[in-house]
């Protein structure tokens, strides 16, 4: 069978150009377009709403708060002549939380110097670009009970102090496991700086691998340490406002108060400066006498560990603000402070928080023979480290 020849149609000049100018119907094509956007858009949001509810089960999204609960730091400072010299800057953005702290060792105050940093950190900063244009923004400081932050040039700082003496979310507890180990080193009388006593802590795996935990690697951590007497002491008289130092004396003598407060100071720093970090976690320890001794280097320092540039201007203020004297004197006329101040009350034990801060003031409060015996306690159960600092060697 032959094949039909197709036939050619005739070229018509007119007949192309009226088809090439003719109006085209674009509504099939549009319809597709409209179908695929609307597809792209909803898996989109399907997609981050499911990434945010996986960040919350991870608890790395945090808590929507809200912000007319806090209190906004925003007392002027005085005249700031070194500032026009000198460049504030945030690093990074970061979580920072007080843990894992025996009672008495400093956690009161070291919140409240972090109160302090932040406060004028922004007062510094605001007064740059009022005086000087020398930054485009000002930080936002917010203030509310054991919680702290700062926000400047997207980046955030929050200093949480909700946990600084336990951490009830983490099973086991570290700071009771390490009570109970202490206080069976102290029974067998085993030095609790060495690796026999840290047996006694036990499940540290457990720890660290249990569903419970809530550290993050990423987060910074800080601890205070004292000198266990310094610290047995300062708990007794704040328990117990009526001491003088033949009862306090009597009350160590007949107990192993002393024993128990030197192990556990040593057994924890031996977690927060040696187990817990090589297991990737960061802690800082914060020494109450180099708060106290060298209170400038001190403020320079933990504001460094939380990303924050400072000036001299602003350790000097932050010093003033928050030394013993002026934290007394504030605790004594709560009504005319004109701060908010965590850990401060008018009635109870938070009345006498600050009492003396006195590094070597224990010197003076016990008699020859319970001296004697708290300073052998420490000598038996401090590390070497500690000993040296303390001065028991």
């Known amino acids: 069978m032959e094949a039909v020849p197709l036939k050619a149609e005739e070229y018509d000049p007119s007949v192309a150009k009226k088809q ?51 209190e906004v730091l925003d007392d002027a400072l005085e005249s700031l002549e070194d500032l026009k010299d000198v460049v504030l800057d945030m690093k990074q953005t970061i979580n920072a939380r007080l843990a894992m702290s ?130 047995i002491i300062s708990w007794l008289y704040y328990e117990s406002p009526n001491h003088n130092k033949e009862t306090l004396s009597q009350a160590l003598l007949e107990t192993d108060r002393c024993a128990k407060a030197a192990a556990s100071m040593s057994l924890l720093h031996r977690m927060i400066t040696e187990i817990l970090p090589g297991l990737g976690y960061q802690f800082y320890p914060l020494y109450f006498d180099e708060m106290r001794l060298y209170p400038h280097d001190f403020v320079r320092k933990l504001a460094a560990q939380l990303d924050l540039d400072v000036n001299d201007n602003v350790v000097r203020r932050v010093v003033e603000q928050t030394s013993p004297e002026y934290m007394k004197s504030v605790q004594d006329d709560l009504k005319h402070s004109s701060e908010r101040y965590s850990g401060l009350s008018r009635k109870g034990k938070n009345s006498r928080k600050v009492r003396k801060a006195d590094v070597k003031g224990y010197l ?14 420490a000598k038996f159960h401090l590390s070497p480290v500690l000993k040296e600092r303390y001065g028991f060697v």
């Open 102 to 231: 025996i009672q008495k060792t400093g956690t009161t105050a070291a919140e409240w110097i972090v109160q302090a940093i932040f406060k004028n950190f922004a007062e510094e900063v605001a007064e740059g670009k009022k005086k000087f244009n020398m930054y485009p923004s000002v930080p936002d400081v917010v203030n509310k009970d054991k919680y702290h932050e700062i926000r400047w040039k997207g980046k955030h700082v929050a200093f949480d102090v909700h946990g600084k003496h336990d951490n009830s979310k983490v099973s086991p507890n570290i700071p009771v496991r390490v009570k109970v180990a202490a206080s069976q080193c102290v029974k067998h009388n085993i030095p609790a700086y060495t690796n026999e006593c840290a047996k006694y802590i036990g499940g540290l795996r457990h720890f660290t691998n249990h569903s419970n935990f809530r550290h993050n690697k990423r987060d910074k951590y800080f601890t205070t340490f004292r000198n266990p007497i310094s610290t």
């Open 20 to 70: 090439a100018y003719a109006p085209t119907d674009n509504r099939g094509l549009v319809k597709k377009i409209l179908i695929v956007l609307v597809l792209f858009f909803t898996g989109f949001f399907i997609a981050r709403t499911f990434s945010n509810w996986e960040a919350e089960e991870e608890g790395l999204v945090e808590e929507n708060t809200d912000e007319s609960n806090f």
């Open 364 to 377: 003076n409060e016990l008699t020859p023979e319970a001296l004697a015996k708290c300073v052998a306690d």
